[in-house]
């Protein structure tokens, strides 16, 4: 059975720090591209930052400078570490996993999704 299950949010103050982490189970994990989304209330989703099975990466506008993806292909572990957290990266975030050449933010290219997990920044 396929599985990936997201963990690590919470509610943090502005300019704080987070770490999510994404388990995956049933299928090779390290055959497949790994993207971060998020999803704020009332609005779509985003693609927040991907990483491709050769450890290549690619990081969404709101990210870019303050949230870092990793993965750890022994561990079927995908983590996003998140940095000077901001009210409006409150949102719920989601990994998916995919299979596609290097790896990009587009979310019909991932077949595998988590549950989400909710991360809120407010004072």
């Known amino acids: 059975q396929v599985q990936l299950v997201e963990s690590g949010g919470g509610l943090v103050r502005p300019a704080e720090s987070l770490s999510l982490s994404c388990t995956a189970s049933?299928?090779?994990?390290?055959?497949?591209?790994i993207g971060w989304f998020r999803q704020a209330p009332g609005k779509g989703r985003e693609g927040v930052a991907c990483?491709?099975?050769?450890?290549?990466?690619w990081h969404g506008d709101s990210a870019k400078g303050r949230f870092v993806i990793a993965r750890d292909n022994a561990k079927n572990t995908a983590y996003l570490h998140l940095y000077n957290l901001k009210p409006e990266d409150t949102a719920v975030y989601y990994c998916?996993?995919?299979?596609?050449?290097?790896?990009?933010?587009?979310?019909?290219?991932?077949?595998?999704w988590g549950q989400g997990t909710q991360v809120t920044v407010s004072s």
């Open positions: 998916a996993a995919g299979q596609m050449d290097g790896c990009r933010l587009e979310s019909h290219l991932y077949n595998y």
């Open positions: 049933g299928f090779n994990f390290a055959r497949y591209a």
């Open positions: 990483i491709s099975t050769t450890d290549g990466t």
